[in-house]
């Protein structure tokens, strides 16, 4: 590869941490570090950035109800979504959160520049408040909040204006000059027609909300949203600084659909107002849907990527994602399929090839790759025409393949790549190199026959690594091949690469086959459980147990991945049997406190949330009969 490599930069969306991940989130971002990984192999110096959107009213309210700072928790909820894309194989280079400080720096000087160059100024914002979600909602004055339902307010309040009106023009001639700038081409057409229908100035920062970026000098003006959000981009890779790291601007902005306003008009227009080059390209992919429904936290079907990587391996869920949806089209998720794709494609498909040559190479050939009939040196009779094509098909396959990578047609380079498996399995099976005979001539044909099925799994794993890291990385080293595949050149890939003599690895299997019913049935069960874990912030087990005699049931349901608490912190706690004679129920308040509304409480009691509902239900010894007032060790 060139030393001096050219650089390439990409960034999925940064997620919300009012919520955990699922499998559309999880889309973005494994389409994201596909194509890091993608280029890398093309001979890239790649900044792949993803990570966390942090501020704003949500997460206030949603810290509120957990009972903790908002900066706990943002902190526990980024590291949920951090460590899923590392147990997803995702190799993203930045992680950014827009409470990082040099995320703020960056905002506030992306704001000065848009300012001094007269694109911002003060005004006044009005709309409908809803005081009991404290957050503005879109209807119009005398309609109801349409997340509560209660009557809404309409307020003014002060804020700063950024002056997007001015950049209609510039917009639509820089997407004339750029045709590819927005893709795909129906996106591309959406966003035309809305800059053509006229651009309203947009409100950047708000003073009823606590939770953001200062604006320097305005307090207690905070930033809003997209002009914090979209700053991150530029955040990660040097801020003010970018020309130091050479990495702005990005060449790949890959969004969802229904942000690709935010990315092709706002964005644009900030950088523009700031002096800043433009982004090469923002790709807007589709939905993943779940019975014809965007899948989303509010309509509460959403999937995890958690227990099907547990069940089938993070490969799965990748090929599964990549494979059946078109890129840039909505596409269905469905157990059944997913789980058939497992079972057709990877366990009879990949990984049956990589287990079948390896086990003949090892029985024929003491498990060293044998040499091939070559016409200049071997016995021109025992090159067969079936063998040129399959050899020579493996060109043709790269040819395709990396067009169609860079065309992000995801789905189509899983079918040749696929194409050409089929191919090789179809060649062993006519050879049938089992079914020849121990004599030299028979021996050479087997080796010949052999060679070529290995070395067609060597180029196809080459070709599908970017989207099955974890799989090709396994067959490259059971082909006994020396480094890392991720590091090798996909320029390279051509038919006869594997040396002859080689040692192979040990075998093993890659994709054990798995009965379709029994895969789906641990995969929900398993998803069942996780939906019962409350998020990791709403119980911290080392707070809970050193405050003494405070708190609520909540306390009682911690998940793994909270703080552990030493024996001496535990011995701080003073649990005991005790008996409920009579209750009453406290007006206004649906937890204990130490100090609630005028009543003390000395106590706790332990209780479990049983139910979509959440019963609750006490903790109890039902079996024994244990003496009231009893220590709890
Ligand atoms: N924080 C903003 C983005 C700011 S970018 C500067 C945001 N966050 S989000 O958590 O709601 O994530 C949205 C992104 O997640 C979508 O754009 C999309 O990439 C992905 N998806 C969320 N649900 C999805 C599906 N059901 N299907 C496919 N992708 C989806 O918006």
């Not at 700063?160 to 209609?168: D, E, R």
């Not at 959403?302 to 993070?314: A, E, F, S, T, Y």
């Not at 082909?479 to 890392?484: A, D, F």
Request: glycine share 8%; aromatic share 10%.
């Amino acid at each position: 590869m060139p030393a001096n490599k050219p650089k390439f930069y990409l960034t999925t969306p940064i997620y919300y941490t009012n919520g955990l991940p699922h499998i559309g989130h999880t889309y973005s971002t494994i389409v994201c570090d596909t194509i890091r990984r993608y280029k890398r192999m093309r001979g890239y110096d790649v900044v792949m950035t993803t990570g966390t959107d942090e501020h704003g009213v949500n997460v206030e309210r949603s810290a509120k109800k957990a009972g903790v700072p908002e900066s706990e928790f943002v902190a526990k909820m980024a590291a949920e979504w951090r460590a899923l894309w590392e147990e997803l194989g995702v190799q993203g280079d930045e992680f950014i959160r827009t409470t990082d400080l040099k995320h703020a720096h960056t905002v506030q000087w992306l704001f000065k520049q848009c300012r001094d160059n007269g694109f911002v100024y003060p005004g006044h914002y009005t709309g409908q408040y809803c005081i009991y979600d404290n957050a503005y909602v879109d209807v119009k004055p005398g309609e109801n909040c349409p997340d509560c339902g209660r009557p809404t307010e309409t307020v003014t309040e002060a804020n700063f204006y950024f002056k997007l009106s001015a950049f209609q023009k510039p917009l639509l001639d820089w997407y004339a000059k750029h045709p590819d700038f927005i893709q795909p081409e129906a996106r591309r057409n959406e966003v035309l027609s809305f800059v053509e229908g006229g651009l309203r100035d947009l409100s950047i920062t708000r003073t009823s909300i606590r939770w953001g970026i200062p604006v320097p000098g305005e307090e207690p003006h905070v930033f809003y949203v997209w002009f914090d959000a979209l700053t991150a981009y530029l955040s990660a890779v040097g801020g003010p600084q970018y020309e130091k790291t050479g990495f702005w601007p990005a060449n790949l902005h890959l969004v969802g659909k229904e942000i690709i306003r935010f990315h092709a008009v706002y964005w644009p227009a900030f950088l523009m107002a700031a002096g800043l080059p433009l982004p090469k390209q923002i790709w807007a992919h589709g939905w993943l849907l779940m019975d014809s429904a965007k899948m989303s936290k509010s309509l509460g079907n959403v999937v995890r990527p958690r227990p099907i990587v547990n069940v089938l391996g993070m490969d799965a869920l990748r090929y599964y994602l990549l494979r059946e949806t078109v890129f840039g089209q909505d596409g269905n998720f469905s157990y059944d399929a997913l789980v058939q794709r497992y079972n057709s494609d990877l366990a009879n498909g990949l990984g049956n090839l990589a287990s079948r040559t390896a086990a003949m190479i090892e029985r024929y050939f003491g498990n060293r790759v044998p040499a091939y009939s070559d016409p200049k040196i071997g016995d021109p009779h025992l090159i067969e025409t079936q063998d040129l094509h399959l050899a020579s098909d493996t060109s043709v396959l790269k040819e395709h393949v990396l067009r169609l990578y860079d065309a992000l047609q995801f789905s189509r380079v899983l079918d040749f790549i696929w194409g050409h498996l089929a191919a090789t399995d179809q060649y062993l099976t006519a050879e049938q190199p089992w079914a020849l005979g121990d004599d030299a001539k028979s021996l050479q044909r087997k080796a010949t026959v052999l060679y070529l099925a290995a070395d067609a799994l060597r180029s196809i794993s080459l070709l599908a690594h970017p989207i099955l890291p974890d799989a090709t990385a396994k067959i490259w080293k059971l082909l006994g091949e020396n480094g890392k595949i991720e590091e090798q050149d996909l320029d390279a890939v051509q038919w006869g690469r594997l040396a002859v003599g080689t040692q192979l690895g040990k075998s093993q299997a890659l994709f054990p086959r798995i009965e379709k019913a029994e895969a789906i049935e641990r995969i929900e069960a398993m998803e069942k459980e996780e939906q019962k874990q409350p998020s990791p912030v709403i119980a911290p087990v080392a707070k809970a147990a050193s405050a003494p005699a405070a708190g609520g049931a909540a306390a009682a349901a911690a998940p793994a991945t909270t703080e552990k608490i030493g024996i001496e912190d535990f011995a701080k706690v003073e649990m005991r049997v005790g008996q409920i004679k009579t209750a009453e129920r406290i007006v206004g308040a649906d937890k204990l406190l130490r100090k609630l509304r005028g009543v003390e409480s000395d106590g706790m009691i332990v209780a479990a949330t049983v139910g979509p509902e959440g019963r609750p239900v006490l903790a109890g010894f039902p079996d024994e009969d244990v003496e009231i007032g009893a220590r709890l060790k």
